[in-house]
């Protein structure tokens, strides 16, 4: 079966510029995540949907970030003014988050890197 | 604030013999544990979980060991298997919520 699929796999980019990356979660998953993973770092949460309620956005590091979910599935995040820094992967996930426990099933990810 | 810490960047088993990854965290609000291994250029794939009311959980090869008392959680991987060389992240999430916190990785390699 289809797991999430995210794209670009790879994206280079010019400081100053704007970026965004696909996420396609599993089909029937209402639950989607945006986690980054920096260099030598662990997986950093950046905004979570759930259904029609109001994202989480708790975990975006600032302003120039922003994501949102078509129809209830594909997902795109947006990284504007891009910045030396922003340089990781970044991973989606989905689940079914029927209750707790539920597990979050996770795309490749997009390797970001910013010149 | 590093809230899931796992202090080994890497460990180096031999074939067979018993992994143990260790994994420490802050925030006693956590009560639910998972693992997650990860190979080169993929995501992340879901080992094993613990619930805060248990103190053991067991698949297969795998076992997962959790101490509330001293906020600890490992992960025993046995016999080890040249397979198994990967990065293991801990990741812990608290009541209610559903974003995951994880730690930085151990880098597992097992030796034939």
């Known amino acids: 079966g289809a797991g999430v699929s995210q794209s670009p796999s790879n994206k280079v980019t010019e400081k100053g510029k704007d970026v965004e990356l696909r996420c396609d979660p599993i089909?029937?998953?209402?639950?989607l995540y945006w986690y980054r993973q920096s260099l030598g770092q662990g997986l950093e949460f950046l905004i979570y949907?759930?259904?029609?309620?109001?994202?989480?956005k708790s975990g975006l590091p600032s302003d120039r970030f922003s994501a949102e979910r078509t129809g209830g599935s594909v997902s795109t995040l947006t990284i504007q003014r891009t910045q030396q820094e922003d340089s990781a992967v970044y991973l989606c996930?989905?689940?079914?988050?029927?209750?707790?426990?539920?597990?979050?099933?996770f795309g490749p990810g997009t390797r970001l890197l910013v010149l | 604030d590093q809230q899931v810490k796992q202090n080994s960047p890497s460990l180096s088993v031999q074939e067979g013999r018993i992994s143990i990854l260790n994994c420490d965290y802050t925030?006693?609000?956590?009560?639910?544990f998972l693992w997650y291994k990860k190979y080169p250029a993929e995501g992340p794939t879901f080992l094993i979980s613990?619930?805060?009311?248990?103190d053991k959980n067991e698949d297969g090869r795998f076992t997962v060991f959790l101490n509330k008392s001293a906020k600890h959680l490992s992960l025993h991987i046995v016999p080890s298997q040249p397979g198994d060389s990967a990065v293991y992240f801990c990741?812990?999430?608290?009541?209610?919520?559903?974003?995951?916190?994880f730690g930085q990785g151990t880098r597992l390699t097992i030796n034939p």
């Open positions: 613990i619930s805060s009311i248990k």
């Open positions: 990741a812990a999430r608290t009541q209610g919520a559903q974003k995951l916190v």
């Open positions: 949907f759930q259904g029609n309620s109001a994202p989480d």
């Open positions: 925030n006693s609000m956590f009560d639910y």
């Open positions: 996930a989905s689940s079914e988050n029927r209750g707790r426990g539920e597990t979050q099933y």
């Open positions: 089909s029937g998953h209402t639950a």
